[in-house]
T-cell receptor, first 113, second 116 residues
Framework: KQEVTQIPAALSVPEGENLVLNCSFT??????LQWFRQDPGKGLTSLLL?????REQTSGRLNASLDKSSGRSTLYIAASQPGDSATYLC????????????FGKGTKLSVKP | DAGVIQSPRHEVTEMGQEVTLRCKPI?????LFWYRQTMMRGLELLIY????????DSGMPEDRFSAKMPNASFSTLKIQPSEPRDSAVYFC??????????????FGPGTRLTVL
């Protein structure tokens, strides 16, 4: 059974710092991996999707990497801003007859001005 | 596009009552997912439809839960009878599915359910 773990559970950094969020998964037979952002009381916003054949994806100040063989993904946020404060969720996509995502419990990020 | 639409946004009901949650996926998407989020368990898949057909309902907790997708633009999740432990935020998400691969999932704002 696929399990997704995110460490740390919470992170507090000063504004302007570069930071890395970690995600690990137990079964490397994945089809894609998706990073989401969730603001308090809100739904999830997709940030980046990495297909299993890719090693990284970039969007603005965000860069996500994928190492299937080691069961790891990282989300790199450059020059963090207070507006980046949210919970970041990693989700592994299963394929074949399945299409659902298996989620980690998230990393709650606080960027202090 | 208006994104995934869910209603109601908040629902407070008493134990034993029937609850119906509604979802309208993004037009053109052929996969629809119902998830439940709690502090203890995080986000969990309840059921997944592809082309209006239920593909995986292994996450539905028990017979009190049922989901339907009568057409490509509407789905419901029903709980009957509701119990306090069903209190959670229920999310609907949709995506395109091509050649066995699922594209980015887009989430609705969720329905916060409180069962007293």
């Amino acid at each position: 059974k696929q399990e997704v773990t995110q460490i740390p559970a919470a992170l507090s950094v000063p504004e302007g710092e570069n930071l890395v969020l970690n995600c690990s998964f137990t079964d490397s037979a994945i089809y894609n991996l998706q990073w989401f952002r969730q603001d308090p009381g809100k739904g999830l916003t997709s940030l980046l999707l990495i297909q299993s054949s890719q090693r990284e994806q970039t969007s603005g100040r965000l860069n996500a990497s994928l190492d299937k063989s080691s069961g790891r993904s990282t989300l790199y946020i450059a020059a963090s801003q207070p507006g980046d404060s949210a919970t970041y969720l990693c989700a592994v996509g299963q394929g074949g007859s399945q299409g659902n995502l298996i989620f980690g419990k998230g990393t709650k990020l606080s960027v202090k001005p | 596009d208006a994104g995934v639409i869910q209603s109601p946004r908040h629902e407070v009901t008493e134990m034993g009552q029937e609850v119906t949650l509604r979802c309208k996926p993004i037009s053109g998407h052929n996969s629809l997912f119902w998830y439940r989020q709690t502090m203890m368990r995080g986000l969990e898949l309840l059921i997944y439809f592809n082309n209006n057909v239920p593909i995986d309902d292994s996450g539905m907790p028990e017979d009190r839960f049922s989901a339907k997708m009568p057409n490509a633009s509407f789905s419901t999740l029903k709980i009957q009878p509701s119990e306090p432990r069903d209190s959670a935020v229920y999310f609907c998400a949709s995506s395109s599915r091509r050649g066995g691969l699922t594209d980015t999932q887009y989430f609705g704002p969720g329905t916060r359910l409180t069962v007293l």
